[in-house]
């Protein structure tokens, strides 16, 4: 808020004109939807959301009606005027995505840096949140960690990110789309070594909720001969001073850094292994092991 001696408790009746409300929405169980959201989705003078037909199946099962217009990806550029233009002549506007918090990997940060530019009140109603909800029941240290958000896609960008995530000393949260999922828990496995911990949640808050863990090489092995449905998000342990020493990723790239300063494989993986104190065959194998 502009207004920082503002309080909740203190603010008139919500909906208020000439306000963005970012409204939170389950991940799954409708249940999840908070009374306040309700309440906004109900008073606003519109509601902009990023597939009409998902937000009306919030709006059905809790006999809301109210103007719903579709603001995306593909057309937010064209809608954020508009928008911009109706808060400022006072209606109150609610931007929902199709679940979670708007923002977070979905449509809303676009809009909340340009309501700042102009200088227009947003005010967020929290709902669930897939990264926090899968963090918290991971079991993993949650007080500090790292959200990577879904990885890139080009393999040369991908690589990059995950040697950064695996160097991570903190808990990362990454978001996957199940037919990549199998890939992912290699490359984890590879950057990371298969022992790291992890927990693979499934379908959050619905039906067939699932927690798949101990380890990297446990899910593999748990996913192998199963086609992966529904949605998923990965939680992944920091790295710790004993796994510091056994960093695969780091160590394919000492091999070939040594290769390239003209040291057989033989004498680089007799260097290194030397140096971290693992076994020759591991390292000379190391090459052999790419993605
Ligand atoms: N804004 C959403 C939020 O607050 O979590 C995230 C939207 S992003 C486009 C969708 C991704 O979130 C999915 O691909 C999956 O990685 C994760 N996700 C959403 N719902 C989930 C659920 N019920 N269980 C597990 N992961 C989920």
Redesign the pocket.
């Given at each position: 808020m502009n207004n920082n001696n503002s309080s909740l408790s203190h603010r008139k009746e919500e909906p208020e004109n000439g306000i963005l409300y970012i409204v939170?929405t389950p991940?799954?169980n409708l249940n999840d939807i908070s009374q306040r959201a309700l309440n906004i989705l109900q008073n606003v003078s519109l509601v902009a959301c990023e597939d009409t037909r998902q937000t009306k199946k919030i709006m059905n099962k809790f006999n809301i009606s109210n103007k719903l217009i579709s603001f995306n990806k593909h057309n937010s550029l064209i809608k954020t005027p508009k928008i911009v233009k109706d808060l400022k002549e006072g209606k109150s506007i609610a931007l929902v995505?199709?679940?979670?918090?708007?923002?977070?990997?979905?449509p809303g940060e676009d809009i909340a840096r340009s309501l700042k530019y102009e200088g227009i009140d947003m005010i967020c109603v929290p709902g669930?949140?897939?990264?926090i909800?899968?963090l918290v029941s991971s079991g993993l240290p949650s007080s500090s960690f790292i959200f990577e958000?879904?990885l890139p896609k080009k393999q040369s960008d991908r690589n990059k990110t995950l040697h950064e995530i695996s160097k991570n000393k903190k808990t990362t949260i990454i978001?996957?789309?199940p037919h990549r999922l199998k890939k992912l828990l290699q490359e984890l496995s590879v950057f990371c070594g298969g022992d790291r911990e992890i927990m693979v949640?499934?379908?959050?808050?619905?039906r067939f909720?699932e927690h798949i863990g101990h380890k990297i090489d446990d899910a593999i092995d748990f996913f192998k001969d199963k086609e992966i449905t529904?949605?998923?998000?990965v939680i992944l342990k920091g790295i710790d001073k004993k796994m510091s020493i056994f960093n695969e990723s780091d160590l394919r790239k000492d091999l070939k850094e040594l290769m390239n300063a003209g040291l057989s494989l033989s004498a680089a993986s007799k260097y290194l292994a030397k140096k971290n104190g693992l076994k020759k065959g591991f390292i000379y194998n190391l090459i052999k092991r790419q993605i």
């Open positions: 939170g991940i799954g995505s199709d679940a979670g918090m708007p923002g977070i990997c979905d669930a949140c897939a990264a909800t899968a958000g879904f978001y996957e789309s949640a499934r379908e959050l808050t619905k909720e529904g949605e998923i998000t």
